[in-house]
């Protein structure tokens, strides 16, 4: 041992006892002159290279122990240790036998590591898939292949201490669970293959890639590539059979390209018919679509060309639903009129009740009318 390491070993070690400090404190031999004499020792005589200059927290207890048992006689405690100048050859105190419980030994076996398993667990799922051909920036290709499989990585996993990135599936396939030591491709070291060396991606990496502009293949518009999925969610869809999507349960959210199919079919539909009203079979009540144009104005504001038309369509529509009987569903639809809106559109119409003379009496007797209204009739 060097004189650096041996006086390093004296700064660390008691001037009295010999035992190396803990984590409690440590007093200065020259502060605490009266303590050290109680040892039997003369600090005066100390030499910096050959003794410490600190005694330990147990020491000063001691110490302070005697004191207040025998304040008036106090006699010398154990003799302290015995220091001697270092030697290159042989020094008794930097070779002095060590102090203490030894170390526990730790015995090899115990459940051995599943490092598939645990190569699944760290797979980051985070980042979508995509080619090296979408991604613009022509400088991250080196950092986006994975080296083992010379593609864009998949489900990364990030190994250490290199910070290497594969796909999931290529380690799954390289890595061997009887294996050892593992050659990293990407920096064509041997790592260790313990679960500490397969991890997660780290945050930073995480970030970087999915802030990177990537290409959309179907619109070739440019997105960030945590967006991607949900940016051309409109043309790019998992491929469903008609039939699969038949037995989807009804209360199942319809996907945007359902919404286009069934879109698309009805305005078909619409453009064959000659009607403004289609019937879809169901196999049981049929569904009926009736097609509206969306109106700029109010009736009240249109020429007299538009209110025709407009109830030409509400006459048809009424045949239509009434199943031919349409003289019934519109008796139907004045009823439900208020009298008072009744009334208005009456007078607006110039329609008039005309009651012959021989008849009054007769109206009276039925609807139990009083003479003076029978008189405004008339």
């Known amino acids: 041992m060097t004189s650096s390491k041996h006086q390093l070993y004296l700064d660390n070690h008691c001037r009295l006892c010999g035992k190396p400090f803990g984590k409690k404190t440590n007093y200065t031999c020259s502060k605490y002159t009266s303590i050290v004499e109680l040892f039997g020792v003369d600090h005066s005589c100390d030499q910096f290279d050959i003794h410490p200059s600190s005694f330990c927290n147990s020491c000063y207890l001691a110490a302070m122990r005697v004191k207040r048992t025998t304040p008036h006689t106090c006699k010398n405690l154990s003799p302290s240790v015995e220091w001697f100048p270092h030697n290159e050859e042989i020094c008794d105190v930097c070779n002095g036998q060590r102090r203490g419980r030894p170390k526990k030994r730790k015995h090899p076996g115990g459940r051995p590591s599943n490092l598939e398993a645990h190569i699944r667990s760290v797979t980051s799922h985070c980042i979508p898939h995509f080619s090296l051909s979408q991604v613009t920036n022509k400088t991250y290709h080196d950092i986006l292949t994975c ?16 910070q290497s990135l594969f796909c999931s599936s290529c380690l799954l396939e390289y890595v061997n669970k009887d294996m050892e030591t593992f050659h990293c491709p990407g920096c064509s070291d041997d790592h260790v293959c313990t679960d500490a060396t397969f991890t997660y991606i780290s945050p930073v990496a995480e970030k970087m890639i999915c802030n990177i502009s990537v290409r959309c293949d179907k619109c070739f518009n440019t997105v960030k590539l945590d967006t991607i999925n949900k940016f051309c969610d409109q043309h790019i869809q998992n491929k469903i059979e008609c039939s699969d999507m038949l037995c989807l349960p009804l209360q199942s959210q319809p996907t945007t390209m ?31 679509l009736i097609k509206l144009t969306t109106s700029s104005v109010s009736s009240g504001e249109c020429s007299k060309g ?47 009740v005309t009651i012959p003379p021989d008849q009054g009496l007769a109206m009276k007797a039925d609807l139990n009318i009083p003479w003076n209204k029978l008189r405004a009739m008339r």
């Open 306 to 352: 538009t209110i025709r038309r407009r109830s030409n369509e509400i006459r048809k529509i009424r045949e239509r639903l009434s199943m031919g009987d349409s003289t019934v569903q519109m008796h139907n639809e004045i009823e439900i009129i208020p009298k008072e809106e009744r009334t208005a559109l009456m007078k607006e119409a110039n329609f008039t």
């Open 258 to 288: 359902e919404k286009k199919m069934a879109s698309n079919v009805v305005t078909r539909l619409l453009h064959q018919s000659n009607d403004t009203l289609i019937t879809l079979r169901t196999g049981g009540q049929p569904l009926n």
């Open 147 to 162: 080296k083992l499989c010379s593609s864009s990585i998949s489900d990364p996993v990030e190994v250490l201490p290199c």
